[in-house]
RNA sequence: GCCGGUGUGGUGGAAUAGGUAGACACAAGGGACUUAAAAUCCCUCGCCCCUAAAAGCGUACCGGUUCGAGUCCGGUCACCGGCACCA
């Protein structure tokens, strides 16, 4: 018997709709009193493909949880928005001849429908999409309060810059020396850029991590993209100049192992003493050479160590007095640390490729490795090094290096970070203009807050400048205006932001989506935040997470959110691949549309199987046949009411019952949902062999499934004739001491192999389980004629039996 | 290269304070029902073996610890993700 899923699934839908069920209670508001759960998943890019089944993956984890939480009597918020800034939809606007406002209210609008196809429990009364005025100008206002605490600035940088796209890029954008849109090869070019000071907050994002709920893997990511160093700040003086070479390294302790110092080719101490060197038509024809390299090439090829050697320049060591050359190399990066290194081939590989290409001695400072063949980076006893001579301990041995660095005062210890500065303007139309005037006479000034939003003017044309020229700058009546200051001429800044901005406090706007006079009201900021629980991709922990945990910590700073941290505890789920295995994608035309699915086989197995194709943080292919097996287990569901007859429980399905309600829980909670619903596929199974069950039973079945399938189980709940929906009952509950079988089965090994099973009471004492254990015929023969040498028994597991 | 992860039937995957490997599904094969098909129901389904039982072999590979290893330890290989000349 089939039931008509495209009937009751819209029916429900509506009837949730109507009745308001999903909607989060703010402070005051009755409901409000309940413990609140604010659960968070990443909002999606409208793009004009729609949505694929993996998008219906990542949000049904946190569905699952927001509807138990409901059940279990929490306030909850589940929000969804668009995430609609960016490339894509610019690009596909300048393709088509649209206005990117125009593709993106089509893509939201076929969005939207496709989700409430899928019967998600989001509060749709709490809608964000950063392409709003209502949302962008307070991303504006964002954004002017870090330029008054001057974490917003311009420098004049080397930027990584798409030819294609005619953008500038920040590096996370561009890693791999490709464009992160449209792949095209990354060039440098020198530019004046808008960066946020997210390094000012690396220290506090590292230590943000200790108390907040990340998966390890996650946590570790984000440690890494900091990169937090130890070590120490060096200087070296320049032989015969009044000069100090200011180095940083992480193993001071190695001072007296060096041996050359390299020098960043564009490092600015060479233009300085350009006289005193003697070769500088090979320094400056180097330095052009690795212009021409992106920082890339410059730090990713395996390559053959390219140099050049000052003339006329040379570096004294602090440590011993000995005078030391100096190169330049492209392996050395003015953007980090000082832009300068001390080089200690005996224990760098990359130094003594340099050395050895270089003719340049080796001396080892550090027992334990043949350093004529090879760098040693591994531990050891020092030697030839003076006061740190026999020191083994590589802690002891730096800190006793650092204090005498300080007590000579040529150093100190010191930290860097990997991470670098946010580059954050991009010269396009599709994004929040950058809210700031140029005046000659004051300067940058920003635009005051009470005229946000600063809207973004109607084009018709907006594809990029030449020379990599906002669209914006095109339109006179938008740059040229007057300065808020001095009342003088003045021109507006016609950058924009990068689709990261928008996405870096959405968060904090569901809380008060509708708020006009500020991002959102305190009382609710207190009662909601933090995210209690925020499930995502991997792909989206270093660079999404961090910048909208360190906007989050400035606002904190500012005392204008209350929690330091946005997100308690943060999850990933796994891609979905298609049916070939590969990664969805357009190109390969194995993308799978929900919609489809939802057509032939309802929202409910679109659910069911997202969930059980696998573990949910792995990837897993699709599979049409494995959709086919979920809609045989919700067909068999609806099948149980004409099976469910009177109250109470029945006798043999007690003890099923109780370990499903038990497991299923527990699964929810760890995202095991593929088990919890092959749990609930095995309790159907037992259900069907006995052949009836209680009217109680069947009402514990389908609020365990309602979570996954909450429209059919909505639809046997009024047919049983309970008048409360299914989604506001209560979650059921379980006798810990009913979920254990009276009698259980025990395996009996002989030397450790199985040679059958004996079934035995419960807690049956050791050595009545050792009898029965030996008194099994299919053990006999085994231990017969052969010597008892050790009888093990693990209560309601095992028996073994070792015999010679 | 470094860091992290993974490796289990024809397929997706279960099972780790060490204790009956393959739950739950999919696919496949056989059968029932049907004029027939679909749907549904029943049976079989790691390998070896003519079949069945028994025995033997099986969780990438080699070795170790243990009464007992998919699980722990050492080594090797493969694949996936992240970072990448980071001083």
Request: proline content about 5%; hydrophobic content about 35%.
């Amino acid at each position: 018997m089939k039931y008509d899923f495209s009937k009751i699934e819209k029916k429900w839908q509506d009837r949730w709709d109507e009745s308001g069920v999903f909607r989060a209670k703010d402070p005051g508001e009755p409901g409000s009193e309940k413990k609140k759960f604010y659960a968070l998943v990443e909002f999606p890019y409208p793009s004009g493909a729609g949505m694929h089944v993996g998008h219906i993956k990542a949000y049904s984890g946190l569905e699952v949880i927001s509807r138990k939480r409901r059940m279990e009597g929490y306030n909850v918020m589940f929000p969804m928005g668009f995430d609609a800034f960016g490339l894509p939809t610019e690009n596909y606007a300048i393709k088509t001849g649209m206005h990117p406002r125009a593709v993106t209210d089509k893509n939201i609008e076929k969005f939207t429908g496709q989700l409430r196809r899928v019967g998600f429990s989001f509060d749709w009364s709490r809608v964000v999409d950063t392409t709003e005025e209502d949302y962008y100008r307070w991303t504006q206002w964002i954004f002017l309060k870090m330029f008054e605490k001057g974490l917003a600035f311009r420098d004049a940088a080397l930027v990584n810059y798409c030819p294609s796209c005619k953008v500038v890029l920040s590096n996370e954008d561009s890693q791999g020396g490709k464009c992160d849109i449209c792949h095209s090869d990354i060039v440098q070019k020198s530019k004046d850029v808008w960066y946020l000071r997210i390094t000012e907050y690396a220290d506090k994002l590292l230590n943000g991590l200790e108390g907040v709920d990340y998966l390890p893997q996650v946590k570790q990511q984000q440690v890494n993209w900091i990169g937090r160093s130890e070590g120490a700040f060096v200087n070296f003086s320049l032989a015969g100049k009044d000069e100090k070479l200011r180095i940083y390294t992480t193993r001071p302790d190695t001072l007296f192992g060096v041996t050359f110092m390299v020098m960043a080719p564009e490092h600015p101490l060479i233009d300085k003493y350009a006289d005193s060197i003697s070769n500088m038509d090979a320094v400056l024809a180097y330095r052009a050479e690795c212009a021409k390299k992106t920082e890339f090439e410059r730090t990713q090829l395996v390559k053959e160590k390219t140099g050049v050697k000052l003339e006329g320049l040379t570096a004294v060591n602090p440590i011993n007095g000995r005078e030391i050359p100096i190169f330049l190399a492209d392996y050395v990066m003015m953007g980090y640390g000082t832009g300068a290194i001390m080089a200690v081939p005996a224990h760098d590989q990359r130094d003594w490729d340099f050395a050895h290409k270089f003719g340049i001695d080796v001396i080892e400072v550090i027992k334990g490795g043949d350093v004529t063949v090879e760098a040693y980076t591994g531990d050891g006893e020092m030697v030839n090094s003076g006061f740190l001579n026999g020191y083994t301990n590589k802690k002891d041995s730096i800190r006793r290096a650092v204090e005498e660095l300080k007590r000579l005062g040529v150093g100190e210890g010191g930290v860097q970070f990997k991470m670098k500065d946010w580059a954050f303007n991009r010269q396009r139309y599709w994004g929040e203009p950058i809210p700031i005037i140029h005046c000659p006479h004051c300067g940058m000034v920003p635009v005051p807050y009470e005229e946000l939003p600063l809207r973004l003017p109607e084009m018709k044309e907006f594809a990029p400048g030449q020379g990599g020229e906002s669209p914006l700058a095109r339109i006179e009546s938008y740059v040229n205006c007057k300065c808020p200051k001095c009342g003088g001429d003045a021109r507006r800044e016609t950058d924009t932001m990068p689709q990261w901005a928008g996405s870096s406090w959405y968060f904090l706007r569901y809380i008060d989506p509708h708020n006009d006079k500020c991002f959102a009201d305190p009382e609710k900021l207190a009662y909601w935040l933090p995210v209690d629980w925020y499930n995502g991709g991997m792909e989206h922990v270093t660079r999404h997470m961090i910048y909208s945990r360190f906007w989050h910590k400035f606002l904190y700073d500012l005392g204008l959110v209350p929690t330091s941290e946005p997100y308690a505890k943060r999850t990933a789920q796994g891609l979905i691949l298609g049916p070939d295995g590969e990664k969805m994608s357009k190109s390969k035309g194995n993308v799978v549309d929900p919609n489809d699915v939802v057509d032939e086989y309802g929202a409910d197995v679109l659910r069911t199987y997202t969930l059980f194709m696998g573990d949910y943080a792995s990837a897993a292919p699709w599979s049409d046949s494995s959709v086919r097996g979920c809609k045989r287990f919700l067909e068999r569901v609806d099948d149980l009411f004409s099976i469910a007859k009177g109250k109470g429980v029945t006798p043999e399905l007690e003890t099923a019952f109780h370990k499903t309600v038990k497991k299923v829980s527990e699964d929810y909670e760890a995202m095991k949902f593929n088990t919890a619903i092959a749990a609930m596929m095995g309790l159907i199974n037992d259900i069907f062999e006995v052949g009836h069950l209680t009217e109680d039973e069947l009402v514990t079945f389908i609020k365990l499934l309602c979570p996954v399938a909450p429209h059919i189980c909505e639809e046997i709940n009024e047919k049983l004739g309970n008048k409360t929906m299914l989604c506001v009952s209560e979650w059921p509950t379980y006798d810990e001491a009913k979920t254990v079988d009276h009698t259980v089965e025990v395996a009996v090994q002989i030397n450790g192999k199985l040679r059958g099973t004996i079934m035995l009471p419960k807690d049956c004492p050791k050595d009545e389980a050792i009898a029965a254990a030996k008194a099994d015929v299919r053990v006999i023969p085994f231990i017969e004629g052969k010597t008892v040498i050790k009888e093990i028994a693990v209560p309601n597991k095992i028996v073994n039996i070792v015999v010679k």
